[in-house]
């Protein structure tokens, strides 16, 4: 079975010259006779869809969604969910080995959380094709095209977002510009009883009068904050109610994050208290040691940190993200212990490293693309640190990552050419159901 639940298999070749053709079938799993058709037959390999299954696997599940397999918002419902974990922490440990060349001293268990009702931001996508039909199609892109599927209600969101959906749809047609919306997205901080929901509507045309006084119905009605986003993200505004607050709680370091709903924050809530506790543990502060956060964005990590260390130094590439989260330091009053650099991470080079100066300890939190100029950096800093006895390498890294195959390819330049061992390494099942995976890693320099 391959990361998107497509089981795996080789058709016979009738031509001894020729190796047994690959066969993914959507829907399969491993031990599983099942019969299927084929949608693509290429020269190397073939696609299928399930057509019945004849003998299932023992941790085969019936799907909780009725729109699942119409609908790409999760592709593993119908694999039991610890049989999902094992397979992402197989994912994990067969990238740091193949990609990386490295092996982690260490496999930590892996964490999981609820398996439902766990996604408090999400971006739901707007199709005007049935606006003939009297309708249009709010929700996730069905697998593998551009179409929106036809889903009414979704499991791994709030219950109160899931009946949402239905009313999203009527609230789009009832607009002057239905069909001038492309997308939607929710946002709610942490749960509690004064929490709410945040929703942004992309428009590419204004609103007309009668336009703005449904959206403020709507918005009365069904206890939401309407915002309006007509170009990029520095465009995004409120609209009704024109104030309001979004934050999440990490209670565990007694710190509370203010957001607007575009920025970058974790899904799943309760998995990134789970997340943050972890990470922070394993870097193991001391209250007379530096840490640099990289990647902070407006401080998920940093203000935690700074509860427990000397001084914390945060750097992201949005100047905007960096001064809301000293606006966040300054309202959970550590502000004296952090601060902020803008600098595009992506194009790290030593002598920037040079310049930030020696940390003891840092937490590198990167986007998918990884953290590839900044190990690279790090392993030129461990050559000059050899040549010009330099000592500005961090005891100890701590990577938490979105994206295996790229924080495999960082593990093997920081194992194999930097001089740090890879001393623990597991996942986080901070989006059930689905094919991402969460992970962290901890590297230690060598001694």
């Keep these: 079975m391959d990361l998107e639940a497509q089981g795996i298999g080789r058709l016979p070749s009738t031509d001894p010259h020729s190796p047994n053709k690959v066969i993914f079938v959507a829907g399969a ?34 799907p909780k969604c009725p729109w699942f397999g119409n609908c790409g918002g999760c592709t593993m419902q119908h694999l039991d969910s610890k049989a999902q974990i094992a397979l992402k922490q197989r994912v994990l440990e067969d ?3 193949h990609l990386g060349k490295v092996k982690a001293t260490t496999l930590l268990r892996p964490v999981a959380g609820l398996d439902w009702a766990y996604r408090y931001r999400t971006r739901l996508s707007v199709v005007n094709r049935s606006i003939k039909k009297g309708t249009v199609l709010v929700g996730f892109h069905e697998p593998q095209n551009r179409y929106v599927s036809d889903m009414t209600s979704c499991e791994v969101l709030p219950p109160q977002w899931s009946a949402l959906l239905p009313y999203l749809r009527q609230l789009v047609m009832d607009l002057s510009i239905r069909d001038r919306i492309p997308q939607i997205e929710l946002a709610m901080g942490s749960q509690s009883e004064t929490s709410i929901t945040a929703m942004v509507i992309r428009i590419l045309l204004p609103l007309t009068a009668d336009d703005e006084t449904i959206l403020i119905e709507f918005a009365k009605k069904h206890q939401v904050w309407i915002w309006t986003q007509t170009h990029g993200p520095e465009s995004v505004k409120p609209f009704y ?21 575009t920025d970058f924050t974790q899904v799943n809530h309760a998995m990134n208290q789970v997340l943050v506790g972890r990470a922070i543990r394993l870097l193991e502060i001391a209250p007379d040691e530096s840490v ?4 902070c964005g407006i401080g998920n990590f940093t203000l935690p940190i700074a509860t427990l260390a000397k001084e914390v130094l945060g750097i992201e590439g949005s100047d905007v993200l960096c001064q809301r989260a000293q606006e966040n330091a300054l309202r959970n009053n550590i502000h004296k212990k952090v601060s902020f650099k803008q600098m595009n991470l992506f194009e790290t080079q030593l002598e ?25 950096a790090l392993r030129d800093a461990y050559q000059s640190q050899l040549e010009e006895n330099l000592n500005i390498l961090p ?16 593990a093997g330049i920081l194992v194999n050419e930097a001089g740090y061992e890879l001393s623990q390494a ?20 060598s001694t």
């Excluded at 693309?369 to 190990?375: E, I, T």
């Design 292 to 295: 640099l956060d990289l990647f």
């Design 395 to 410: 005891r100890r890294i701590v990577y938490v990552s979105c994206n295996p195959a790229t924080l495999a390819r960082d």
């Design 241 to 261: 109610p024109l104030t309001g607050e979004l934050k999440y709680d990490l209670p565990e370091f007694g710190i509370e994050i203010p957001f607007v709903p």
């Design 95 to 97: 990238n740091l080995a």
């Design 29 to 62: 799993l491993p031990s599983e006779y099942v019969e299927y058709q084929i949608t693509q037959d290429k020269s190397k390999f073939l696609k299928g869809k399930l057509t019945e299954v004849i003998t299932p696997a023992v941790y085969r599940r019936t």
């Design 426 to 445: 597991g996942i986080f099942n901070m989006f059930p159901h689905t094919s991402h995976i969460e992970s962290i890693a901890v590297f230690d320099l």
């Design 352 to 376: 920037h490293i040079k310049t930030w100066g020696r940390f003891d300890k840092w937490l590198i939190d990167p986007p998918r693309d990884g953290a590839y100029a900044l190990v690279q």
